[in-house]
Every structure is written in C-alpha cells, then in structure tokens.
C-alpha cells in the first residue's frame, strides 16, 4: 500500500486487498455467499463489476479457491499475492538450484518468510535477514533457514560472509538501500536478483534515500543478472501457484503466521505497526 499511495490523490479511497463475502450478486462468476478476493480498498462494502477494466498492476477480483479447514484470511498472504509474488518471484526469476545460497531481506514478512521456506523445499541454504532476535528465532528455530541476522545489531557484512563464504548465489530483495548493495557485493559468479521492494526508502523522501556503493563492478565482473517484477504478470499462471502452496501447505512443507488487528478504525494504525516492522507474517485487519 505505502508505494503505491505516492501516485493516488488525496481523497481517493485507500488502496489494499480485500477477502470478502458476497451478499448480494447478478454473476454467475462470483455467486452469494462465495468468498472472493479482490483489490477494493479500505472501505466496509463494495458494488463491483468484474467486467469493468482494472489497473494492471493490481490483481482481478476472484472467486477463492478452497481452504478446506485453513483460515480465509490466507487468502490475503500465504495463498494471496504474497504467496505467489514469493512463488513465482523466486522460482521464475531467481530459479535457484539444490545446494544453491538463497538470501532473502524482510525475511519475516508475508512474502519474505515463503521465499525462504520455497527456498529450502528446493535444497537451497536459506539466510534471512531480519530486524528483531525474536524474528530471526522464529525464522531459524520454527520455519527451518538455515541462518538468520538481524541487521540492527549485527554487522551484515561480516555475519553474511561467515555464513556465506562462497558467496551468495540467489538473492530476493525486499529492502533495496545499503543492506541490498552489502548482500549484492557477496554474490557469486552468475548470481539472480529477484527486486520485490523498497521498504527501506518508502518513508523517506527522494533526497533523504540512502547512498550506496557502485554496483556496476560486481555486475560486471561476476556476471549477474537482476530483474524487478509485479506479480500481476503472472495472472496466466495465478492459481496454479495457489495450488502449489496449498499442495507444500497440506504436505507440512510450508508454515504460515498472520498479525492480526481487530476493527476497520484500526487499519492506519496496522498499516503503520507494518512499516515499522512489527508484524511478523502477513498483517491483516479483520472488519
């Protein structure tokens, strides 16, 4: 939502995700009483025409699949786009191979924490990076990476070679800033970016962005490859990948965990615990 907030006026109602019931419907498509998912912002109730054209960078509202017993506020992370922009951000971009080094900033996020867990179902290492003790326990101890730091009271630099001294081969960049150009200098030859975010500049104003180090040389002479994507490219492929989770899900290959807030009037505060990193997982509001 923070990103996207930067090119929507003032007064347009606030973007996010939604899982809703239907209560009232003329198509067949999205029949009363179904659960569906669809991109219709902060708001209690929504009239919508699935007909009507939508920003290509936002999902079509669907009809969810089924669950079975799992929680319908999945829906909105680990089998929503979250799970699928770490399915498909890492397996179609990154394409990391058994025994590869798989690193992952904002690891203990919605989509952060499935790219690790993707990661280690393929035979990668995974090394997470994270803001809190209690984060990278969670990462390391129930999840299965290998190696978590935290990089506000450990020196990346130093902890990133002693658990990567090879180097890295995979890297899925939720951060950008400072800590991405440390992680990017430590990349193997023919090392994959997969680019997701930004969290570290979304709050600052474009002269307050953190100055890094040329990046050019470790492109160059390590031969890499980085690309940035929107999930919605992947609409084609969309609940192929939402079985896929659910099939490692079922199979106890994939954890999940959600923060949740109670009450609509507490959205902005949700939204802010967010960006300050305290959830751990998908943060979700129930209305």
Same mark, same amino acid.
Request: charged fraction near 20%; include cysteine; hydrophobic fraction near 40%.
């Given at each position: 939502?923070?990103?996207?907030? #930067? $090119?929507?006026?003032?007064? @347009?109602?606030?973007?996010?995700?939604?899982?809703?019931?239907?209560?009232?419907?003329?198509?067949?498509?999205? !029949?009363?009483?179904?659960?569906?998912? =669809?991109?219709?912002?902060?708001?209690?109730?929504?009239?919508?025409?699935?007909? /009507?054209?939508?920003?290509?960078? *936002?999902?079509?509202?669907?009809? *969810? !699949?089924?669950?079975?017993?799992?929680?319908?506020?999945?829906?909105?992370?680990?089998?929503?786009?979250?799970?699928?922009?770490?399915?498909?951000?890492?397996?179609?971009?990154?394409? !990391?191979?058994?025994?590869?080094?798989?690193?992952?900033?904002?690891?203990?996020?919605?989509?952060?924490? *499935?790219?690790?867990?993707?990661?280690?179902?393929?035979?990668?290492?995974?090394? =997470?990076?994270?803001?809190? /003790?209690?984060?990278?326990?969670? *990462?390391? +101890?129930?999840?299965?990476?290998?190696?978590?730091?935290?990089?506000?009271?450990?020196?990346?630099?130093?902890?990133? +070679?002693?658990?990567?001294?090879?180097?890295?081969?995979?890297?899925? /960049?939720?951060?950008?800033?400072?800590?991405?150009?440390?992680?990017?200098?430590?990349?193997?030859?023919?090392? $994959?970016?997969? @680019?997701?975010?930004?969290?570290?500049?979304?709050?600052?104003?474009?002269?307050?962005?953190?100055?890094?180090?040329?990046?050019?040389?470790?492109?160059?002479?390590?031969?890499?490859?980085?690309?940035?994507?929107?999930?919605? $490219?992947?609409?084609?492929?969309?609940?192929?990948?939402?079985?896929?989770?659910?099939?490692?899900?079922?199979?106890?290959?994939?954890?999940? $965990?959600?923060? @949740?807030? #109670?009450?609509? #009037?507490?959205?902005?505060?949700?939204?802010?615990?967010?960006?300050?990193?305290?959830?751990?997982?998908?943060?979700?509001?129930?209305?």
């Amino acid at each position: 939502m923070r990103p996207y907030t #930067e $090119r929507i006026p003032v007064g @347009v109602t606030m973007i996010g995700g939604q899982v809703a019931k239907v209560i009232e419907s003329n198509d067949a498509n999205f !029949p009363k009483d179904s659960f569906v998912y =669809g991109t219709f912002g902060w708001r209690t109730h929504k009239i919508f025409n699935a007909n /009507d054209g939508n920003d290509n960078t *936002l999902i079509k509202p669907y009809v *969810l !699949p089924s669950f079975g017993d799992l929680p319908l506020s999945l829906g909105l992370g680990h089998f929503g786009m979250p799970g699928n922009t770490a399915y498909f951000g890492l397996l179609d971009i990154c394409k !990391p191979k058994e025994d590869e080094v798989v690193v992952v900033s904002g690891a203990a996020g919605a989509v952060g924490n *499935l790219v690790g867990q993707i990661a280690k179902i393929k035979g990668c290492k995974v090394i =997470g990076i994270a803001g809190s /003790d209690d984060k990278c326990t969670w *990462l390391t +101890k129930e999840i299965g990476f290998d190696h978590a730091i935290n990089y506000k009271t450990e020196p990346v630099h130093k902890t990133l +070679k002693q658990y990567a001294p090879d180097g890295v081969d995979c890297y899925f /960049d939720n951060v950008g800033g400072e800590l991405s150009s440390i992680v990017i200098n430590q990349m193997r030859d023919f090392g $994959r970016i997969s @680019v997701c975010g930004s969290i570290s500049s979304y709050n600052l104003p474009y002269s307050d962005w953190p100055k890094v180090p040329f990046l050019q040389p470790a492109f160059v002479f390590k031969q890499l490859k980085m690309e940035g994507f929107l999930v919605p $490219r992947y609409w084609n492929k969309w609940f192929d990948g939402l079985a896929q989770l659910k099939q490692w899900t079922d199979e106890g290959k994939l954890q999940y $965990r959600e923060t @949740v807030t #109670e009450g609509f #009037e507490n959205m902005p505060q949700a939204l802010i615990d967010m960006l300050e990193g305290k959830n751990v997982g998908k943060a979700v509001v129930k209305v």
